[in-house]
């Protein structure tokens, strides 16, 4: 039996969502509501639709017709106005649906549509269960961006400076800095006092990340790995991943560490999960931490080890996980 998901509780791209529904599998849906703000403010609108024409088109023709049996009520018979209010509330439920049927014909066309509703948490899938865990958002122990977990020691550009304004922000970053690339990019990422933007969030993550900057690396890897902003492409994750590994970041290793584990882009091998985890772990982070103890618990690319899972997970519990 189908049930209708959010997208906040499964994930897929664009591609995902095509193919998915050429196939049969899946339903799309958007909330009624959130379209026609869509279509009123245009804000979020997609390239080329006649959406937002035909919307405020018939919104137009609903508010005006009622208008004119007002009119009639005080010349004619007063209950035009009746027939005038039930008119208009059976052609705004057409004109809501007839929207919503417009933009889910865009977002088969326009990628970019479809990711600015997804960050907007729009779309609805209706689809079986089991379909549904393949696509399920990641959990606290799967791959990660929160700055929370990350070490104190790597915590120093995680969050925009609250004394320096994003005008400023982007005046630096158009300069050639690094740091205000990357605090750009998390702004669009977060939607922090500008609209979410995951495109505009990869855009200055990228320019942060060709210079070598770590942190904006292992987030644009995650951008990969989840498909936010762009295609999912797990080898473009595992490169970007690698880079800022290579530099010593920590979040990085113990994302490798995941894909190496669930086999996202790479054939499953526990061994080389394990090898990234450790990395991880040594400088002291708690999801790898409890991961690795997972594995020496289940015996996954170790020999099963009872006293070695418990050391991790006491170490993971002594870090909140």
């Known amino acids: 039996m189908k049930k209708t998901f959010s997208c906040k509780e499964i994930t897929l791209t664009h591609q995902q969502m095509l193919e998915m529904r050429k196939a049969g599998i899946l339903s799309l849906g958007i909330n009624h509501e959130l379209a026609s703000q869509i279509s009123e403010s245009g804000l979020y609108s997609p390239k080329k639709t006649t959406a937002q024409t035909a919307y405020r088109f018939w919104t137009l023709v609903g508010v005006a017709g009622f208008l004119y ?18 008119a208009m509330g059976i052609l705004g439920k057409a004109n809501m649906r007839g929207n919503s049927e ?30 549904a865990d393949k696509y399920r958002v990641a959990s606290a122990h799967s791959v990660t961006t929160s700055a929370a ?15 320096i304004s994003t005008a400023d922000l982007q005046t630096q970053a158009a300069q ?29 993550y990228e320019k942060a990340a060709a210079q070598g900057h770590t942190e904006a690396q292992c987030r644009l890897g995650v951008l990969y790995a989840t498909g936010h902003g762009v295609p999912q492409d797990y ?14 970041y920590t979040k990085a290793k113990y994302n490798l560490g995941c894909l190496y ?49 418990r050391q991790w997970f006491e170490q993971a519990a002594a870090k909140g996980c």
């Open 69 to 86: 049996t007002i009119y009639l009520s005080f010349t004619e018979h007063w209950w035009w106005f009746l027939i005038g209010f039930v």
């Open 102 to 131: 417009n933009l889910l014909d865009a977002a088969t066309i326009d990628s970019e549509f479809y990711e600015r509703v997804r960050t907007l948490g729009g779309w609805l899938y209706q689809l079986e269960e089991a379909e």
């Open 149 to 163: 977990l990350v070490p104190p020691s790597e915590r120093a550009h995680t969050s925009p400076p609250s004394n």
């Open 176 to 204: 050639g800095d690094a740091d205000a690339q990357y605090n750009l990019g998390l702004i669009y990422a977060e939607g922090r006092g500008v609209p979410q933007d995951y495109v505009m969030a990869r855009q200055w």
């Open 235 to 248: 080898v473009q994750a595992r490169q970007w991943w690698e880079q800022a590994a290579a530099l010593g």
């Open 261 to 309: 584990a669930k086999g996202h882009g790479v054939p499953q091998d526990y061994t080389m999960a394990r090898q990234w985890y450790e990395k991880a772990a040594i400088q002291g982070d708690g999801p790898a931490q409890y991961q690795l103890g997972e594995l020496y618990a289940k015996g996954h690319g170790v020999p099963q080890d009872d006293a070695m899972a």
